[in-house]
Every structure is written in structure tokens, then in C-alpha cells.
Nanobody, 126 residues
Framework: QVQLAESGGGLVQPGGSLRLSCEVS????????MGWFRETPGKEREFVAA???????YYAESVRGRFIISRDNSKNMVHLQMNSLRSEDTAVYYC????????????????????WGQGTQVTVSS
């Protein structure tokens, strides 16, 4: 059974940083593409970042230059370092897993991902 468990959410002031982590079990992590999405009430879940198994990383324009996705294949974990946080980054953040063969153009859509975590709340507020 595939399980994804996020951690690291919380309350942070604007301009601050948070690091989210996601541990994956029940799946061959090294052959999996990992992604982060976020969701706010009344809006569709939106793509944040993705990391392919051999190092390619991809970002939404709204977070490029502020967020960094990284993966630790030895620990079956993916991280999202979030810097220069803004109020509009407030959301529930989800990690997700997709087959390693997923083409790049599909990574921005939720349909490419077949496993999801429960989500972790990130609130950016003074």
C-alpha cells in the first residue's frame, strides 16, 4: 500500500521560510516522479513544483525563485523549501507521486499523479 506523509506545515510571517517534507512508503521511490500541489477554499488544486527521478525540476511561475524542490532517494523523501513566503502562499500543501515515465508536459496537472498525501496546512500571516 502506497503511503505519502507530509510534515512541516505551520504558521509563518510574510517573508519567512518553511520546509515541507514528504515521506513515501510502499513504492519504488527512485523510479517515481514527485510533485507538490496546493489548494485553497473555492479553488482548484494547483501545481507548485515537481522533481523527476533523474534530477529535472519544474516550478509554477508563482513560486519560481522562491521555492526549491529536492528529493532524497536514499530516504524516500521529497522536500519543498519555501522562502520569501507571501500571504497568497497560504494553502493546504499536498505531495503526490506519479510514475517515473510521466511526460513533462503532464506534470502540471493532477491527473498525472496516482498517489496523494493528506496535506499539511501552511499559513502566512503577520
Amino acid at each position: 500500500q502506497v503511503q505519502l506523509a507530509e510534515s512541516g506545515g505551520g504558521l509563518v510571517q510574510p517573508g519567512g521560510s518553511l520546509r515541507l517534507s514528504c515521506e513515501v512508503s510502499g513504492r519504488t521511490f527512485s523510479s517515481t516522479t514527485m510533485g507538490w500541489f496546493r489548494e485553497t477554499p473555492g479553488k482548484e488544486r494547483e501545481f507548485v513544483a515537481a522533481a523527476r527521478r533523474f534530477g529535472g525540476t519544474y516550478y509554477a511561475e508563482s513560486v519560481r525563485g522562491r521555492f526549491i524542490i529536492s528529493r532524497d532517494n536514499s530516504k524516500n523523501m521529497v522536500h519543498l523549501q519555501m522562502n520569501s513566503l507571501r500571504s497568497e502562499d497560504t494553502a493546504v500543501y499536498y505531495c503526490a507521486a506519479a510514475p517515473g515515465s510521466t511526460i513533462v508536459s503532464s506534470l502540471w496537472g493532477t491527473a498525472a499523479y496516482d498517489s496523494w498525501g493528506q496535506g499539511t496546512q501552511v499559513t502566512v500571516s503577520s
